[in-house]
Protein backbone atom coordinates (compact mmCIF):
# COMPACT_ATOMS: atom_id res chain seq x y z
CA UNK A 1 0.00 0.00 0.00
CA UNK A 2 2.72 2.22 1.14
CA UNK A 3 4.60 1.11 -1.74
CA UNK A 4 2.11 1.98 -3.85
CA UNK A 5 1.12 5.49 -2.59
CA UNK A 6 5.20 6.10 -2.77
CA UNK A 7 4.98 4.95 -6.54
CA UNK A 8 2.02 7.20 -6.98
CA UNK A 9 3.91 10.53 -5.56
CA UNK A 10 7.00 9.25 -7.94
CA UNK A 11 4.98 9.48 -11.03
CA UNK A 12 3.47 12.83 -10.09
CA UNK A 13 6.86 14.37 -9.67
CA UNK A 14 8.04 12.45 -12.38
CA UNK A 15 4.88 13.72 -14.78
CA UNK A 16 4.88 17.74 -13.62
CA UNK A 17 5.51 19.37 -17.25
CA UNK A 18 7.24 22.41 -16.67
CA UNK A 19 5.63 25.84 -16.97
CA UNK A 20 6.58 27.43 -20.13
CA UNK A 21 8.04 30.89 -20.67
CA UNK A 22 6.95 31.96 -23.93
CA UNK A 23 3.77 34.39 -22.27
CA UNK A 24 1.12 33.03 -25.04
CA UNK A 25 1.86 29.26 -24.14
CA UNK A 26 2.07 30.64 -20.31
CA UNK A 27 -1.46 31.71 -20.82
CA UNK A 28 -2.35 28.52 -22.11
CA UNK A 29 -0.72 26.62 -19.26
CA UNK A 30 -2.48 28.03 -17.19
CA UNK A 31 -5.94 28.36 -18.04
CA UNK A 32 -5.32 24.71 -18.77
CA UNK A 33 -4.96 24.13 -15.04
CA UNK A 34 -3.19 20.89 -15.53
CA UNK A 35 0.48 20.65 -13.91
CA UNK A 36 0.37 17.43 -14.09
CA UNK A 37 -0.72 16.75 -18.03
CA UNK A 38 1.98 13.86 -18.53
CA UNK A 39 0.70 11.87 -15.99
CA UNK A 40 -2.89 12.59 -16.63
CA UNK A 41 -2.45 11.64 -20.27
CA UNK A 42 -0.75 8.01 -19.18
CA UNK A 43 -3.77 7.38 -17.07
CA UNK A 44 -5.92 8.79 -19.62
CA UNK A 45 -4.52 6.31 -22.07
CA UNK A 46 -5.02 3.32 -20.06
CA UNK A 47 -8.80 4.77 -19.31
CA UNK A 48 -8.69 4.56 -22.90
CA UNK A 49 -7.86 1.20 -23.03
CA UNK A 50 -9.87 0.05 -20.25
CA UNK A 51 -12.85 1.90 -21.42
CA UNK A 52 -12.18 -0.29 -25.43
CA UNK A 53 -11.25 -3.35 -24.00
CA UNK A 54 -14.47 -3.26 -21.14
CA UNK A 55 -16.55 -0.80 -19.92
CA UNK A 56 -17.62 0.09 -23.98
CA UNK A 57 -18.26 -3.55 -24.55
CA UNK A 58 -19.94 -3.92 -21.66
CA UNK A 59 -22.08 -0.69 -22.27
CA UNK A 60 -22.93 -1.80 -25.55
CA UNK A 61 -23.99 -4.98 -24.02
CA UNK A 62 -26.23 -4.36 -21.62
CA UNK A 63 -27.94 -1.56 -24.49
CA UNK A 64 -28.47 -4.60 -26.74
CA UNK A 65 -29.54 -7.00 -24.21
CA UNK A 66 -31.83 -5.20 -21.55
CA UNK A 67 -34.92 -3.83 -22.82
CA UNK A 68 -35.57 -0.22 -22.34
CA UNK A 69 -38.07 -0.79 -19.25
CA UNK A 70 -35.69 -2.60 -17.46
CA UNK A 71 -33.21 -0.37 -18.13
CA UNK A 72 -35.19 2.25 -16.91
CA UNK A 73 -35.80 0.63 -13.84
CA UNK A 74 -32.43 0.27 -13.00
CA UNK A 75 -31.59 3.34 -13.51
CA UNK A 76 -34.36 4.90 -11.29
CA UNK A 77 -33.08 2.18 -8.63
CA UNK A 78 -29.34 3.91 -8.59
CA UNK A 79 -31.14 6.85 -8.63
CA UNK A 80 -33.03 6.60 -5.69
CA UNK A 81 -29.84 4.93 -3.92
CA UNK A 82 -28.31 8.52 -4.68
CA UNK A 83 -30.91 10.34 -3.07
CA UNK A 84 -29.05 10.49 0.32
CA UNK A 85 -25.98 11.79 -0.66
CA UNK A 86 -28.24 14.44 -3.01
CA UNK A 87 -30.34 15.24 0.12
CA UNK A 88 -26.59 15.61 2.52
CA UNK A 89 -25.35 18.07 0.44
CA UNK A 90 -28.19 19.73 -0.72
CA UNK A 91 -28.33 20.38 3.47
CA UNK A 92 -24.64 21.29 3.32
CA UNK A 93 -25.22 23.95 0.62
CA UNK A 94 -27.90 25.36 2.67
CA UNK A 95 -30.67 24.70 -0.46
CA UNK A 96 -33.68 23.75 1.82
CA UNK A 97 -36.09 23.74 -0.01
CA UNK A 98 -34.63 21.39 -2.82
CA UNK A 99 -33.35 19.23 -0.47
CA UNK A 100 -36.92 19.05 1.15
CA UNK A 101 -38.12 17.86 -2.61
CA UNK A 102 -35.57 15.59 -2.52
CA UNK A 103 -36.99 13.86 0.53
CA UNK A 104 -40.35 14.03 -0.73
CA UNK A 105 -39.37 12.21 -4.24
CA UNK A 106 -37.49 9.58 -2.01
CA UNK A 107 -40.11 9.23 -0.35
CA UNK A 108 -43.14 9.08 -2.80
CA UNK A 109 -40.51 6.93 -4.74
CA UNK A 110 -39.91 4.07 -1.84
CA UNK A 111 -43.78 4.00 -1.26
CA UNK A 112 -45.44 4.29 -4.12
CA UNK A 113 -43.01 3.44 -6.82
CA UNK A 114 -41.81 -0.50 -4.94
CA UNK A 115 -38.95 1.03 -3.22
CA UNK A 116 -37.42 3.00 -6.08
CA UNK A 117 -38.43 0.65 -9.33
CA UNK A 118 -40.98 3.40 -10.65
CA UNK A 119 -40.67 7.17 -10.73
CA UNK A 120 -44.01 7.95 -9.33
CA UNK A 121 -42.76 11.21 -8.19
CA UNK A 122 -41.50 12.16 -11.61
CA UNK A 123 -44.84 11.37 -13.02
CA UNK A 124 -45.97 13.88 -10.63
CA UNK A 125 -43.60 16.42 -12.38
CA UNK A 126 -41.23 16.40 -9.13
CA UNK A 127 -37.58 17.63 -10.21
CA UNK A 128 -34.42 15.16 -9.54
CA UNK A 129 -31.59 16.65 -8.58
CA UNK A 130 -27.93 15.53 -8.05
CA UNK A 131 -25.70 17.00 -5.88
CA UNK A 132 -22.44 15.81 -4.95
CA UNK A 133 -19.69 16.88 -1.94
CA UNK A 134 -17.19 18.29 -5.11
CA UNK A 135 -19.98 20.84 -5.82
CA UNK A 136 -20.67 21.37 -2.10
CA UNK A 137 -17.22 22.39 -2.01
CA UNK A 138 -17.51 24.62 -4.82
CA UNK A 139 -20.78 26.29 -3.31
CA UNK A 140 -18.44 26.61 -0.06
CA UNK A 141 -15.63 28.87 -1.97
CA UNK A 142 -13.36 26.09 -3.01
CA UNK A 143 -11.63 26.53 -6.25
CA UNK A 144 -11.09 23.55 -8.52
CA UNK A 145 -7.74 23.18 -8.05
CA UNK A 146 -5.46 21.32 -10.75
CA UNK A 147 -6.91 18.73 -13.50
CA UNK A 148 -6.63 14.94 -12.04
CA UNK A 149 -7.31 12.30 -14.57
CA UNK A 150 -8.38 9.54 -11.75
CA UNK A 151 -8.03 6.00 -12.93
CA UNK A 152 -11.74 4.25 -13.87
CA UNK A 153 -13.57 7.20 -12.83
CA UNK A 154 -12.38 9.51 -15.79
CA UNK A 155 -11.93 13.06 -15.33
CA UNK A 156 -11.78 15.53 -12.10
CA UNK A 157 -9.92 17.60 -10.47
CA UNK A 158 -8.80 17.98 -6.42
CA UNK A 159 -11.40 19.72 -5.34
CA UNK A 160 -14.02 16.93 -6.81
CA UNK A 161 -11.63 14.26 -6.20
CA UNK A 162 -11.98 14.66 -2.33
CA UNK A 163 -15.86 15.02 -2.90
CA UNK A 164 -15.93 11.65 -4.44
CA UNK A 165 -14.11 10.15 -1.86
CA UNK A 166 -16.10 12.24 0.78
CA UNK A 167 -19.29 10.49 -0.79
CA UNK A 168 -18.23 7.61 -0.53
CA UNK A 169 -17.48 7.72 2.80
CA UNK A 170 -20.44 9.43 4.24
CA UNK A 171 -23.16 7.31 1.94
CA UNK A 172 -24.99 5.83 4.22
CA UNK A 173 -25.99 2.35 2.29
CA UNK A 174 -22.19 2.00 2.17
CA UNK A 175 -22.10 0.87 5.88
CA UNK A 176 -25.45 -1.31 5.49
CA UNK A 177 -24.27 -3.34 2.34
CA UNK A 178 -21.58 -5.53 2.02
CA UNK A 179 -18.77 -4.12 0.06
CA UNK A 180 -19.18 -6.31 -2.90
CA UNK A 181 -22.67 -5.08 -2.96
CA UNK A 182 -21.26 -1.44 -3.09
CA UNK A 183 -19.34 -2.15 -6.02
CA UNK A 184 -21.65 -3.77 -7.68
CA UNK A 185 -23.82 -0.66 -7.12
CA UNK A 186 -20.95 1.77 -8.54
CA UNK A 187 -19.96 -0.70 -11.91
CA UNK A 188 -23.97 -1.02 -12.69
CA UNK A 189 -23.89 2.81 -12.33
CA UNK A 190 -20.65 3.34 -14.76
CA UNK A 191 -22.32 0.99 -16.76
CA UNK A 192 -25.45 2.47 -17.18
CA UNK A 193 -24.07 6.13 -17.78
CA UNK A 194 -21.54 4.39 -20.44
CA UNK A 195 -24.59 3.08 -22.32
CA UNK A 196 -25.90 6.34 -22.51
CA UNK A 197 -22.99 7.84 -24.21
CA UNK A 198 -21.60 5.36 -26.65
CA UNK A 199 -22.54 7.63 -29.54
CA UNK A 200 -21.64 11.42 -28.64
CA UNK A 201 -18.40 10.16 -26.93
CA UNK A 202 -17.49 8.46 -30.28
CA UNK A 203 -18.44 10.91 -32.24
CA UNK A 204 -16.63 13.66 -30.11
CA UNK A 205 -12.82 11.76 -30.14
CA UNK A 206 -13.29 11.46 -33.84
CA UNK A 207 -13.65 14.75 -34.53
CA UNK A 208 -11.62 16.37 -31.98
CA UNK A 209 -8.18 16.75 -33.14
CA UNK A 210 -6.84 16.43 -29.17
CA UNK A 211 -9.21 14.00 -27.43
CA UNK A 212 -7.93 14.27 -24.25
CA UNK A 213 -7.76 18.32 -24.03
CA UNK A 214 -11.46 18.32 -25.60
CA UNK A 215 -12.71 16.23 -22.86
CA UNK A 216 -10.82 18.44 -20.48
CA UNK A 217 -12.75 21.34 -21.43
CA UNK A 218 -15.93 19.56 -21.37
CA UNK A 219 -15.30 18.36 -17.69
CA UNK A 220 -14.65 22.05 -16.43
CA UNK A 221 -17.48 23.20 -18.20
CA UNK A 222 -20.83 20.39 -17.48
CA UNK A 223 -19.21 20.83 -13.65
CA UNK A 224 -19.61 24.95 -13.81
CA UNK A 225 -23.13 23.96 -15.04
CA UNK A 226 -24.02 21.37 -12.35
CA UNK A 227 -22.44 23.59 -9.51
CA UNK A 228 -24.50 26.49 -10.40
CA UNK A 229 -27.27 24.20 -10.86
CA UNK A 230 -28.33 25.25 -14.93
CA UNK A 231 -28.28 28.48 -14.62
CA UNK A 232 -26.09 30.04 -17.20
CA UNK A 233 -23.17 31.38 -14.76
CA UNK A 234 -20.26 33.14 -15.83
CA UNK A 235 -19.63 35.40 -18.60
CA UNK A 236 -18.23 33.34 -21.33
CA UNK A 237 -15.66 34.85 -23.64
CA UNK A 238 -17.08 35.46 -27.14
CA UNK A 239 -15.38 36.14 -30.33
CA UNK A 240 -15.31 39.48 -31.20
CA UNK A 241 -17.02 39.95 -34.37
CA UNK A 242 -14.84 40.18 -37.66
CA UNK A 243 -15.48 43.50 -39.82
CA UNK A 244 -15.91 41.00 -43.55
CA UNK A 245 -19.84 40.58 -42.42
CA UNK A 246 -20.13 44.76 -41.74
CA UNK A 247 -18.53 45.43 -45.55
CA UNK A 248 -20.40 42.58 -47.07
CA UNK A 249 -23.69 44.45 -46.50
CA UNK A 250 -22.95 47.43 -47.62
CA UNK A 251 -25.74 47.94 -49.85
CA UNK A 252 -28.02 48.60 -47.09
CA UNK A 253 -26.16 51.00 -44.85
CA UNK A 254 -27.64 50.15 -40.93
CA UNK A 255 -26.49 53.89 -40.65
CA UNK A 256 -29.32 55.06 -42.92
CA UNK A 257 -32.39 52.39 -41.66
CA UNK A 258 -31.98 52.94 -37.71
CA UNK A 259 -30.81 55.91 -35.72
CA UNK A 260 -27.61 55.68 -33.38
CA UNK A 261 -26.47 52.97 -35.73
CA UNK A 262 -23.14 53.69 -36.54
CA UNK A 263 -20.69 50.71 -37.17
CA UNK A 264 -17.31 52.04 -38.11
CA UNK A 265 -15.86 49.44 -40.18
CA UNK A 266 -12.55 50.18 -39.00
CA UNK A 267 -12.96 48.68 -35.60
CA UNK A 268 -13.61 45.04 -35.53
CA UNK A 269 -13.46 45.43 -31.47
CA UNK A 270 -16.47 43.74 -29.40
CA UNK A 271 -18.55 47.33 -29.11
CA UNK A 272 -19.08 47.60 -32.42
CA UNK A 273 -22.00 45.55 -33.20
CA UNK A 274 -23.64 46.74 -30.24
CA UNK A 275 -24.73 50.16 -31.54
CA UNK A 276 -26.48 48.26 -34.19
CA UNK A 277 -28.85 46.81 -31.65
CA UNK A 278 -30.29 49.34 -29.45
CA UNK A 279 -31.27 48.15 -25.73
CA UNK A 280 -34.89 49.67 -25.44
CA UNK B 1 -52.48 17.20 -1.85
CA UNK B 2 -52.98 19.51 -4.95
CA UNK B 3 -55.86 21.46 -3.67
CA UNK B 4 -55.44 24.92 -4.28
CA UNK B 5 -55.19 26.94 -0.82
CA UNK B 6 -56.90 30.21 -0.14
CA UNK B 7 -53.00 31.57 0.54
CA UNK B 8 -51.84 30.23 -2.61
CA UNK B 9 -55.05 31.01 -5.12
CA UNK B 10 -54.03 34.62 -3.41
CA UNK B 11 -50.28 34.49 -4.12
CA UNK B 12 -51.27 33.01 -7.69
CA UNK B 13 -53.80 36.36 -8.47
CA UNK B 14 -50.70 38.32 -7.83
CA UNK B 15 -48.47 36.55 -9.72
CA UNK B 16 -50.63 36.40 -12.86
CA UNK B 17 -50.56 39.96 -14.22
CA UNK B 18 -46.15 39.67 -13.56
CA UNK B 19 -45.84 36.86 -15.09
CA UNK B 20 -48.79 37.76 -18.10
CA UNK B 21 -46.51 41.26 -17.91
CA UNK B 22 -43.04 39.55 -18.29
CA UNK B 23 -43.34 38.57 -22.10
CA UNK B 24 -44.39 41.89 -22.63
CA UNK B 25 -41.43 43.18 -20.84
CA UNK B 26 -39.14 41.25 -23.35
CA UNK B 27 -41.21 41.83 -26.57
CA UNK B 28 -41.30 46.00 -25.70
CA UNK B 29 -37.17 45.28 -25.76
CA UNK B 30 -37.81 45.88 -29.51
CA UNK B 31 -37.73 44.06 -33.13
CA UNK B 32 -34.38 43.44 -32.81
CA UNK B 33 -34.41 40.62 -30.36
CA UNK B 34 -37.58 39.46 -32.35
CA UNK B 35 -35.06 39.19 -35.80
CA UNK B 36 -32.35 37.43 -33.88
CA UNK B 37 -34.88 34.38 -33.08
CA UNK B 38 -36.20 34.94 -36.27
CA UNK B 39 -33.04 34.71 -37.79
CA UNK B 40 -32.17 31.39 -35.54
CA UNK B 41 -35.54 29.88 -36.33
CA UNK B 42 -34.60 30.27 -40.11
CA UNK B 43 -31.64 28.63 -39.96
CA UNK B 44 -32.55 25.61 -37.75
CA UNK B 45 -35.54 25.30 -39.89
CA UNK B 46 -32.78 25.05 -42.65
CA UNK B 47 -30.43 22.69 -40.40
CA UNK B 48 -33.31 20.45 -40.03
CA UNK B 49 -34.61 20.03 -43.60
CA UNK B 50 -30.88 19.10 -44.35
CA UNK B 51 -30.82 16.73 -41.82
CA UNK B 52 -34.08 15.67 -42.77
CA UNK B 53 -32.99 15.02 -46.70
CA UNK B 54 -31.16 12.06 -46.35
CA UNK B 55 -28.81 13.60 -49.18
CA UNK B 56 -25.68 12.00 -49.99
CA UNK B 57 -22.86 13.26 -47.99
CA UNK B 58 -20.81 15.67 -50.42
CA UNK B 59 -24.26 17.30 -50.99
CA UNK B 60 -25.42 17.32 -47.05
CA UNK B 61 -22.02 18.56 -46.63
CA UNK B 62 -22.49 21.53 -48.72
CA UNK B 63 -25.51 22.46 -47.71
CA UNK B 64 -23.98 22.60 -44.03
CA UNK B 65 -20.99 25.06 -45.64
CA UNK B 66 -23.80 26.97 -46.75
CA UNK B 67 -25.79 27.59 -43.85
CA UNK B 68 -22.46 28.03 -41.49
CA UNK B 69 -21.22 30.74 -43.97
CA UNK B 70 -25.06 32.79 -44.05
CA UNK B 71 -25.42 32.33 -40.02
CA UNK B 72 -21.90 32.40 -38.64
CA UNK B 73 -19.47 34.90 -38.33
CA UNK B 74 -17.12 31.52 -39.30
CA UNK B 75 -13.81 34.32 -39.16
CA UNK B 76 -14.48 35.60 -35.67
CA UNK B 77 -14.88 32.30 -34.11
CA UNK B 78 -12.05 30.74 -36.25
CA UNK B 79 -9.72 33.25 -34.78
CA UNK B 80 -11.12 32.98 -31.34
CA UNK B 81 -10.18 29.43 -31.63
CA UNK B 82 -6.53 29.82 -31.89
CA UNK B 83 -6.40 31.84 -29.23
CA UNK B 84 -3.54 34.27 -28.62
CA UNK B 85 -1.38 31.63 -31.10
CA UNK B 86 -3.83 33.83 -34.10
CA UNK B 87 -0.96 36.55 -33.39
CA UNK B 88 1.84 34.37 -34.10
CA UNK B 89 0.98 32.78 -37.21
CA UNK B 90 1.74 34.23 -40.44
CA UNK B 91 -0.91 35.65 -43.00
CA UNK B 92 -0.06 32.71 -45.50
CA UNK B 93 -0.83 30.10 -42.14
CA UNK B 94 -3.77 31.89 -41.48
CA UNK B 95 -5.49 32.03 -44.63
CA UNK B 96 -4.63 28.13 -44.74
CA UNK B 97 -6.18 28.05 -41.01
CA UNK B 98 -8.93 29.48 -42.29
CA UNK B 99 -9.67 27.37 -44.76
CA UNK B 100 -9.00 24.14 -42.65
CA UNK B 101 -11.06 25.13 -39.55
CA UNK B 102 -13.95 25.95 -41.92
CA UNK B 103 -13.81 22.03 -43.45
CA UNK B 104 -13.21 21.04 -39.81
CA UNK B 105 -16.91 22.45 -38.85
CA UNK B 106 -18.57 21.64 -41.46
CA UNK B 107 -17.24 18.09 -41.05
CA UNK B 108 -17.92 17.97 -37.29
CA UNK B 109 -21.66 19.50 -37.08
CA UNK B 110 -22.58 17.24 -40.52
CA UNK B 111 -21.28 14.37 -38.72
CA UNK B 112 -22.66 14.95 -34.84
CA UNK B 113 -26.14 16.07 -35.63
CA UNK B 114 -26.43 13.91 -38.78
CA UNK B 115 -25.61 11.00 -35.95
CA UNK B 116 -28.12 12.54 -32.80
CA UNK B 117 -30.69 14.04 -34.86
CA UNK B 118 -34.20 11.40 -34.70
CA UNK B 119 -36.49 14.33 -35.56
CA UNK B 120 -36.05 16.36 -32.35
CA UNK B 121 -38.07 19.70 -32.44
CA UNK B 122 -36.39 23.23 -31.65
CA UNK B 123 -38.51 25.52 -29.70
CA UNK B 124 -37.08 28.82 -29.99
CA UNK B 125 -37.53 30.79 -26.26
CA UNK B 126 -36.71 34.45 -25.48
CA UNK B 127 -33.96 36.55 -26.01
CA UNK B 128 -31.84 38.10 -23.44
CA UNK B 129 -29.64 40.93 -23.57
CA UNK B 130 -25.83 39.85 -23.86
CA UNK B 131 -24.33 42.66 -22.26
CA UNK B 132 -24.00 45.31 -24.64
CA UNK B 133 -22.86 43.73 -27.58
CA UNK B 134 -25.76 41.41 -29.17
CA UNK B 135 -28.50 38.95 -27.79
CA UNK B 136 -28.52 35.39 -26.51
CA UNK B 137 -31.67 33.98 -28.28
CA UNK B 138 -32.75 30.80 -25.88
CA UNK B 139 -33.85 27.54 -27.48
CA UNK B 140 -35.10 23.86 -26.40
CA UNK B 141 -34.60 20.62 -28.04
CA UNK B 142 -37.57 18.81 -27.27
CA UNK B 143 -36.64 15.15 -27.00
CA UNK B 144 -38.52 12.64 -28.82
CA UNK B 145 -38.90 10.47 -25.33
CA UNK B 146 -41.39 12.49 -23.22
CA UNK B 147 -39.17 11.22 -19.84
CA UNK B 148 -36.04 13.12 -21.21
CA UNK B 149 -35.72 16.27 -20.31
CA UNK B 150 -35.47 19.07 -22.53
CA UNK B 151 -31.75 20.08 -24.23
CA UNK B 152 -31.00 23.93 -23.96
CA UNK B 153 -29.40 25.42 -26.56
CA UNK B 154 -28.43 29.27 -26.47
CA UNK B 155 -27.43 31.44 -29.38
CA UNK B 156 -24.54 33.88 -28.85
CA UNK B 157 -25.96 36.34 -31.79
CA UNK B 158 -24.60 39.65 -33.08
CA UNK B 159 -26.06 42.15 -35.43
CA UNK B 160 -23.39 43.88 -37.85
CA UNK B 161 -25.66 45.91 -39.15
CA UNK B 162 -29.13 46.64 -39.91
CA UNK B 163 -30.68 43.41 -41.67
CA UNK B 164 -27.88 41.14 -41.06
CA UNK B 165 -27.30 38.96 -37.96
CA UNK B 166 -24.00 36.74 -36.99
CA UNK B 167 -23.88 33.47 -34.41
CA UNK B 168 -20.92 33.77 -32.90
CA UNK B 169 -21.18 30.74 -30.08
CA UNK B 170 -23.86 27.79 -29.59
CA UNK B 171 -24.13 27.29 -25.75
CA UNK B 172 -25.33 23.55 -25.24
CA UNK B 173 -26.87 23.51 -21.51
CA UNK B 174 -24.12 25.90 -20.83
CA UNK B 175 -21.13 23.98 -22.10
CA UNK B 176 -19.91 26.68 -24.95
CA UNK B 177 -18.87 24.78 -28.34
CA UNK B 178 -16.62 27.61 -29.14
CA UNK B 179 -14.33 27.48 -25.92
CA UNK B 180 -14.74 23.53 -26.53
CA UNK B 181 -13.01 23.92 -29.77
CA UNK B 182 -10.42 26.58 -28.86
CA UNK B 183 -9.86 24.23 -25.86
CA UNK B 184 -9.06 21.20 -28.48
CA UNK B 185 -6.65 23.78 -30.07
CA UNK B 186 -4.65 25.26 -27.71
CA UNK B 187 -4.46 22.12 -25.92
CA UNK B 188 -2.09 20.67 -28.98
CA UNK B 189 -0.44 24.33 -29.48
CA UNK B 190 0.48 24.37 -25.79
CA UNK B 191 2.01 21.50 -25.88
CA UNK B 192 4.20 21.32 -29.11
CA UNK B 193 5.70 24.50 -28.14
CA UNK B 194 3.41 26.90 -30.33
CA UNK B 195 4.82 25.47 -33.28
CA UNK B 196 1.64 26.29 -35.67
CA UNK B 197 2.87 24.27 -38.91
CA UNK B 198 2.93 21.46 -36.79
CA UNK B 199 -0.54 21.91 -35.63
CA UNK B 200 -1.86 22.82 -39.12
CA UNK B 201 -0.42 19.47 -40.34
CA UNK B 202 -2.71 17.43 -37.45
CA UNK B 203 -5.66 19.95 -38.43
CA UNK B 204 -5.63 18.97 -42.10
CA UNK B 205 -4.97 15.27 -41.30
CA UNK B 206 -8.06 15.31 -39.21
CA UNK B 207 -9.75 17.41 -41.61
CA UNK B 208 -9.19 14.71 -45.22
CA UNK B 209 -9.78 12.01 -42.65
CA UNK B 210 -12.98 13.33 -41.63
CA UNK B 211 -14.07 14.28 -45.56
CA UNK B 212 -13.63 10.56 -46.55
CA UNK B 213 -15.13 9.16 -44.25
Known amino acids: ?280 | MRSLSKRSFLVSLVALPILAYAPLGTAAAGPVDDGARQFVQVLADRAVGVLQSKAPKPQRDQEFAQILNDGFDVRAIAQFCLSSYWNKATEQERQEYLKLFHDLIVQTYSARLGSVYHGEKLEIGPARPDGTQGVWVSSKILTTKPENEPIKIDWRVRQPSAKNYRIVDVVVTNVSMVITQRDDFVGILQRNGGNIPEFLGLLRDKVNKLQTS
Open chain 1, 1 to 280: MTLAAGAFAGLLLAGCATPPKDPEARQAYNEANDPIEPTNRTIFDFNQAFDRNLLKPAAQGYRDTVPDGMRASVRNVLQTLRAPVTFGNELLQGDFSRAAETFMRLGVNLVLGFGGLFDVAGKYGMQRYEEDFGQTLAVWGFHEGPYLMLPIFGPSNVRDGIGLAADSFADPLGYFVPFAASAGRSALEGVDKRAEVIEPLDEIERTSVDFYATLRSLYRQRRNDEINNGQPGMNLPAPSISYDVIEEDKPAPPAATSPGTNPSPTTPAPSSPSSGMPSS
